[in-house]
């Protein structure tokens, strides 16, 4: 048994390695679709959002808020990863 679990062991690494890097890739392509929709629709959707007089003032910077923290949410996904150097 502990001879077919050194053996896989390789196997393993190199397959989960890989898996890494593909789950990176889908984030990163959901990432900009993610950017492309808040793109085209966040602006004409805040001219709406203050160009509507049934509205009232609190309503209006809830949803204005919740563009801001979309757009915060975006910027940190679409940043660069920095890994720290082991032992820090």
Do not use: H, Q
Not at 9 to 32: F, K, N, Q
Not at 47 to 53: C, G, L, P
Request: aromatic share 6%; proline share 5%; net charge negative.
């Amino acid at each position: 048994m502990r001879a077919l679990r050194n053996a896989l062991l390789p196997l393993v690494l190199v397959m989960s390695s890989g898996c890494c890097a593909t789950v990176d890739l889908i984030r990163s392509e959901y990432t900009a679709a993610d950017r492309a929709t808040y793109d085209a629709i966040a602006p004409a959707y805040l001219k709406y959002v203050k160009e509507d007089a049934s509205i009232d003032d609190d309503e209006k910077k809830t949803r204005e808020r919740t563009v801001t923290t979309w757009d915060m949410r975006l910027k940190n996904a679409e940043a660069p990863v920095v890994v720290a150097p082991e032992g820090e």
